[in-house]
């Protein structure tokens, strides 16, 4: 039997998995100075683009689950970016806003994602090329995400 299939070169997954470490790492210079982790970032684009949202649908968005999320989240309070209050609706839900702080934090991070376009332009990546493998990682991960559920949805069952 043929193992070509198990080495690493061959492995979809591993070049996701590398590039997504290596995204993450040429973020830090922009937002280190600014106190943000990756992940926060992601937190605050979300919120900048919808605020007042449940803490389950900002891990939606993100695709992290609660136990991410949450203590994520109480960082970010902490650090004054970002505050939770009781829903209105439904107790046992938390709404997340932003504070004045996590507002001015946007002006801030407006020309990072141009940075990080000049960076990829310096190292050969051109625009183009970014934007032309957005649409086939949205299907991938679509495609992932139904997988995973509906694996889910089948442990559960057993």
């Known amino acids: 039997m043929a193992y070509e ?4 070169q061959n492995q979809l997954c ?12 040429a973020y830090e210079p922009y937002l280190m100075p600014l106190g943000l982790t990756y992940t926060q ?17 900002i891990g939606k968005r993100l695709m992290l689950g609660i136990n991410t999320v949450s203590p994520l ?17 439904d107790k046992r839900q938390q709404i997340v806003f932003l504070t004045e702080k996590g507002k001015q934090m946007r002006e801030k ?4 994602p ?5 960076d990829m332009d ?10 032309s493998v957005i649409p086939p990682l949205d299907n991938i991960i679509e495609a992932l995400n139904k997988r995973v559920i509906i694996n889910l949805k089948k442990r559960k069952s057993k």
């Open 5 to 8: 299939q198990l080495q690493l």
């Open 14 to 25: 591993f070049r996701l998995y590398t590039a997504s470490r290596l995204i993450t790492q």
């Open 41 to 57: 970032y992601l937190v605050l684009l979300v919120l900048w683009e919808t605020d007042d949202l449940p803490v389950n649908d």
């Open 73 to 89: 989240i109480r960082r970010m309070e902490s650090s004054g970016l970002l505050s939770r209050r009781d829903s209105t609706t």
């Open 109 to 112: 991070c407006a020309s990072i």
């Open 114 to 118: 141009q940075c990080m376009i000049s």
């Open 122 to 131: 310096d190292c050969g990546v051109e625009s183009n090329e970014l934007t």
